[in-house]
C-alpha cells in the first residue's frame, strides 16, 4: 500500500525526513549522510563569504541544490527584520521561496521568540515566501501560524541540539491533530526511537541535524534515521493495537494437551 | 564651488583616473577604486557570483545587475553564501 508524498506549499516529497548541513566534520561527509538518509530537503544557513579565503570549500559543490532542495534558514535571527534580510539574501542566491523561519531568543535554550516569529512570518508571507516555521509546542501559537498562511508548522520536540527527544508528547499531538497543513518535529530529536515516536504520534516529518551529524558515526544514523522515519509513518497509518491493563496469550488456548 | 568637494588637490583635473574609495565589506573597512562595480569586486576577491548573494546599504542587489551597480564612498556592502546549518 502506498503513502501519500508529503506536500508542502505545492512540492511533493517521498522522504519524510529533512537533515540539516552543521556540525559536519565537513561537506562530504554531510553529502554521504544526506545519501544515506535519504533526505530529499536540506536546511542551510546564509552567511558572509569569508573575502580573505575565496577557495574556502561552498556547499553547493558538494550538495547540487538542483537535485536536493535546499531550505535556507535564519538560524541565529533575533528579531524578525534580521530573519527577513537573511531570507531575502537567501532568495537572491537561490531562487528559492520555501524557507525555514526560526526567531531565537535566549542562547541558553534557543526557545522560538513567539511573538517575533508572528511578526516574522506575516512579513514574509505578505513578500511571497512560503514559510515553514520553527516554533514552540503550543498548539495556540501553531494555529495562529497556520492562520497566518505558514506552509508548515514545526514545533521543537526538546531544545535544538539537546537530543533529550519528545519532551511534550500530548502537544504534539494536539497541533497534529488540528493542523491542515504538514507538522513536522523540528529540533530534540536523538536517536532513531525520537524520529519514530515523532512519525507515531500522526507527524508528517522530522526535521534533524546534530542527531545525525554529532552520531559516532553519522552515515549510520543517518541510515537509522530512514528507517527510524518510515517505521513510525507506517506504524501511524496501521493504527496501533489497543492498549490493555493485563496479559493477553497469543496463542489459543483451546485443545491444551 | 569645487572647494567644496574634499578631493585632494593634487587630484583636481584628474577625474578621469580611478581614485582609492572606502567602503565597508562585509564588516571589516575595504579599499576600491571609484568606478568599480559589483562584478568587478567580485572578480578582484575571486569570488564565483553565482553562488552568493550581494547586499549594498541593506538592499539586495538583483544579479542581473551586477553589471551596472557602481559603488559608492561609504557603501556597506554584504556578500553572503550558503553554509551548513540546522
Known amino acids: ?257 | 564651488m569645487r572647494l567644496l568637494h574634499s578631493q585632494p588637490l593634487s587630484r583636481i583635473g584628474e577625474t578621469d583616473m580611478p581614485l582609492p574609495m572606502k567602503i565597508t565589506l562585509n564588516g571589516e573597512d575595504h579599499e576600491v577604486e571609484s568606478g568599480t562595480t559589483i562584478t568587478a569586486l567580485l572578480g578582484a576577491l575571486k569570488i564565483p557570483l553565482v553562488k552568493v548573494a550581494v547586499e549594498r546599504n541593506l538592499c539586495i542587489v538583483p544579479r542581473s545587475t551586477f553589471d551596472e551597480v557602481i559603488l559608492q564612498e561609504g557603501d556597506r556592502i554584504e556578500i553572503v553564501r550558503f553554509i551548513g546549518g540546522g
Not at chain 1, 544515506?36 to 559543490?61: F, I, K
Not at chain 1, 511578526?119 to 516555521?133: E, P, S
Not at chain 1, 530529536?189 to 512519525?199: I, K, L, Q, R
Not at chain 1, 493504527?239 to 485443545?255: E, I, N, Q, T, V
Open chain 1, 1 to 257: 500500500m502506498q503513502d501519500k508524498p508529503l506536500v508542502i506549499a505545492g512540492r511533493e516529497f517521498t522522504s519524510r525526513l529533512i537533515i540539516g548541513t552543521g556540525k559536519y566534520k565537513d561537506y562530504a561527509q554531510n553529502a554521504a549522510a544526506l545519501k544515506a538518509s535519504g533526505a530529499e530537503m536540506v536546511t542551510v544557513a546564509m552567511r558572509r563569504v569569508n573575502v580573505m579565503n575565496p577557495d574556502e570549500p561552498m556547499l553547493v559543490d558538494f550538495i547540487n541544490p538542483k537535485e536536493t532542495v535546499y531550505l535556507p534558514n535564519t538560524a541565529g535571527c533575533f528579531t524578525g527584520e534580521d530573519a527577513v534580510r537573511t531570507l531575502r539574501l537567501a532568495r537572491e542566491a537561490g531562487g528559492w521561496s520555501l524557507v525555514k523561519l526560526e526567531v531565537l531568543s535566549d542562547p541558553k535554550h534557543l526557545y522560538p521568540d513567539m511573538e517575533e516569529t508572528l511578526r516574522a512570518a506575516k512579513m514574509l508571507i505578505d513578500d511571497g515566501f512560503d514559510v515553514m516555521v520553527y516554533c514552540s509546542d503550543d498548539p495556540v501559537f501553531a494555529r495562529k501560524l497556520e492562520d497566518l498562511g505558514c506552509a508548515a508548522i514545526m514545533p521543537l520536540g526538546a531544545p535544538i541540539g539537546s537530543g533529550l527527544g519528545l519532551q511534550n508528547k500530548v502537544n504534539i499531538r494536539l497541533i497534529v491533530e488540528q493542523s491542515s497543513v504538514p507538522v513536522i518535529v523540528d529540533a530534540g530529536v536523538g536517536t532513531a526511537s525520537d524520529a519514530t515516536e515523532a512519525m507515531e504520534l500522526g507527524c508528517d516529518g522530522v526535521l534533524m541535524n546534530t542527531a545525525i551529524a554529532e552520531a559516532q558515526d553519522p552515515i549510520r544514523m543517518a541510515r537509522a534515521m530512514k528507517h527510524a522515519v518510515i517505521a513510525g509513518r507506517e506504524a501511524y497509518l496501521a493504527g496501533r493495537m489497543a492498549k490493555k491493563r493485563y496479559a493477553d496469550p497469543s496463542s489459543p488456548l483451546a485443545g491444551l494437551i
